[in-house]
């Protein structure tokens, strides 16, 4: 079963506008999330992540917002550079326990 | 500091035959998981491995199996090769994750495809 689900398998922006990337979970026991980075023939590259007691974590043009009672973060990049393009995948873990993957989305930012 | 390095970084491999990856952490990480990706499936996990024990397990067939030696490196193998077993085989390496917050660090990963 799919623990962390990333419904979009592709978004396309424009250099300078937001990209929100979104991820939905289920488990509700989740406590810690990370979003990653991955480019062709490269491992993913840890992007920022978010513990379950905050609702916002920034780091430059990167933003987590984590929804708990609807199991939802999203990641926001602003201003989107054609550097971004890349697959992102979020991940959620319990602590002390294994991390479950989505399935990633493929971000195209058009220059 | 030099980041996680996988060996070898491509592999082919014919139906029946085992393998055996291996995988370097950053320096201090203790705890090394081990990760199957497939396009449209993302990254699934198979086991980590802290202070060479095996903690946590994903739902794979006992054919994959894995093991850390005190340096924490840490090996995979996968015996008797299916052809559904060509993937991208990643080992991500982290100070301690049962200790609270702690991100993963990746390795490029080793590319194995099964004939």
């Known amino acids: 079963d799919q623990q962390v689900k990333q419904n979009s398998p592709s978004l396309s922006v424009q250099e300078g506008r937001i990209s929100i990337l979104n991820c939905d979970y289920t488990n509700s026991m989740f406590d810690y999330f990370l979003w990653y980075k991955k480019y062709p023939a490269e491992g993913p590259t840890f992007l920022i992540s978010i513990s379950s007691i905050k609702d916002k974590n920034e780091d430059g043009r990167f933003t987590v917002f984590l929804n708990k009672s609807a199991k939802h973060l999203s990641l926001h990049i602003v201003p989107s550079q054609p550097g971004d393009s890349a697959v992102y995948f979020c991940?959620?873990?319990?602590?002390?326990?294994?991390?479950?993957f989505g399935t990633g989305t493929s971000l195209t930012v058009i220059p | 500091k030099a980041g996680v390095t996988q060996t070898p970084r491509y592999l082919i491999k014919t139906r029946g035959q085992q393998v055996t990856l291996s995988c370097s952490p950053i320096s201090g990480h203790r705890s090394v998981s081990w990760y199957q990706q497939t396009p449209g499936q993302g990254l699934q996990f198979l086991f980590e491995?802290?202070?060479?024990?095996?903690?946590n397990k994903g739902n794979f067939p006992g054919r994959f199996s894995g093991r850390q030696f005190s340096n924490s490196r840490s090996e995979m193998n996968v015996s008797t090769l299916e052809l559904g077993d060509s993937a991208l085989y990643l080992c991500a390496s982290s100070w301690n994750p049962g200790t609270g917050a702690n991100e993963q660090y990746f390795g490029p990963g080793t590319r194995l495809t099964v004939t």
């Open positions: 491995y802290f202070s060479e024990t095996q903690r």
């Open positions: 991940a959620a873990s319990e602590t002390g326990n294994q991390f479950y």
